[in-house]
């Protein structure tokens, strides 16, 4: 599940912390879902088959998304992540591949569901202000701030929105010249 990188190696795909987000999420309900089975005890069939779910999860994300040939194509801010989802993706794996108990196991289902939302929260807020068409929806906020200061223009009242684009376009011309 990682994105496609367009360059001088178009056969080298770029790590993906959306990806990582997704294997974490995957592995967090695994985990949930095992710790409701706790009356069965560890060795149960769905506790385990959870378990192992999870690790599966957690070994695709290390070793084919976040690989280091993928990650070094990332935007440093986007490393940074990968670099903590694969440091805390190794330390899901060998807690789940030494866990002595349920109550380890519940830890271990509440530790990796508060690691995915803290990592998702991160990822999505640093998109968005890196995000061209969020700057954009920005600056048309302001603009309509400082509309709705202006007062009241009654000329505009009852335009369509193509005689509005017509003359857009029309005072477009003018400040271009043609």
Known sequence: MSQSFEGENKGV?????????????????????A???????????????????ALGEQNALERIDLTPEKMRRLPEWEREMATMALEKSRELRHRLESIQSMDELENLAAD???????????????????????????VEEEEEQ???????????YGKTASEKRRQLMEEIRFEIGQ
């Open 35 to 53: 710790v409701r089975f706790k009356k069965d005890g560890l060795t149960s069939s769905q506790v385990l088959d959870d378990m192992a779910a």
């Open 112 to 138: 990796t569901e508060e690691f995915y939302k803290k990592l998702n929260r991160e990822w999505a807020s640093k998109r968005l202000e890196e995000c061209p068409t969020c700057e954009i929806k920005k």
């Open 13 to 33: 795909a770029r790590a993906c912390v959306p990806c990582a987000i997704g294997h974490f999420s995957t592995s967090a309900r695994l985990l949930n879902e």
């Open 146 to 156: 400082e509309t709705q200061e202006k007062p009241l223009d009654l000329s505009e």
